[in-house]
């Protein structure tokens, strides 16, 4: 990885952690839409310098979606009965989570290989294997996209019919 | 200034160790769910950077395909989990 490409992998890892922690941070439902957009902007910028355009030109739709969502008119508060204390709890396990992985990442023994290049965005390739070798899991994905707006629409349609 | 695999992995454990803690720590579970399209994220910068650094054997895009996928999943579990929210809460 060049030098450009490296600068703009470290800023797109700051951005999109610090968007993470916005959306542990901020209250209100439009800021933590924003909060979610900035995270999704810095993903999408993770993926472009790692020479995967495509799944950045997806994620950049599906972020953009989830940060909608987020914002939305419709969203509704659900307060949870679980104590501060299971929370905090909650909050040091994913650190102990972090530091389990990082160690991982560190101690791995990996081959040093010469990287691809498919160009910027790699389209034909991803297509091939999206819909003839790996058509089963793209099939399931699509399956799990329609049972969730079929059932955002009917939870959203009833929810109108009972007022 | 240089990035290899090991600093993806990083950047991605750091995702979604970040995604846990929005899950685990925020009071309102509609806003818990924020944290699922960040590990989701973490788990597809893995992916792809497993990918992007990869010795010859395995097919380089893989990688980008999971990542895709995943990014779609995660949106449709968003906008499933909002949709519940917002079914719970009208009654």
Request: glycine residues 16%.
């Amino acid at each position: 990885m060049d030098s450009l490409h490296a600068i703009g992998f470290y800023v797109s890892a700051a951005v999109s952690l610090g968007g993470g922690l916005l959306v542990a941070f901020l209250p209100g439902r439009g800021s933590r839409g924003l909060a979610v957009a900035i995270a999704g902007a810095g993903i999408v910028g993770l993926y472009a310098s790692l020479s995967a355009g495509f799944a950045g030109l997806v994620a950049l739709v599906c972020y953009a979606g989830c940060a909608l969502l987020f914002a939305a008119p419709q969203y509704r508060v659900i307060d949870t009965v679980v104590a501060g204390a299971w929370r905090q709890a909650g909050a040091v396990a994913a650190g102990g989570l972090f530091a389990i992985l990082a160690y991982a990442a560190w101690r791995g023994d990996f081959a040093h290989a010469s990287p691809f290049n498919f160009g910027a965005i790699g389209s034909a390739a991803i297509g091939r294997l999206l819909f003839a070798h790996d058509a089963l899991a793209t099939e399931a994905v699509g399956a799990l996209v329609l049972v969730a707006l079929v059932g955002a629409t009917a939870v959203w349609r009833g929810r109108d019919r009972g007022r | 200034m240089s990035a290899g695999l090991v600093s993806v992995l990083f950047v991605a454990a750091a995702l979604v160790a970040v995604g846990a803690f929005v899950a685990a720590w925020k009071r309102d579970l509609t806003a818990a769910l924020a944290g699922l399209p960040l590990m989701f994220g973490g788990a597809g910068v893995a992916f792809a950077g497993a990918s992007r650094f990869a010795a010859a054997g395995g097919s380089p895009v893989f990688g980008q395909e999971v990542s895709a996928l995943l990014a779609v999943a995660a949106l449709a579990l968003v906008a499933l989990g909002v949709g519940i929210a917002g079914r719970g809460t009208s009654r």
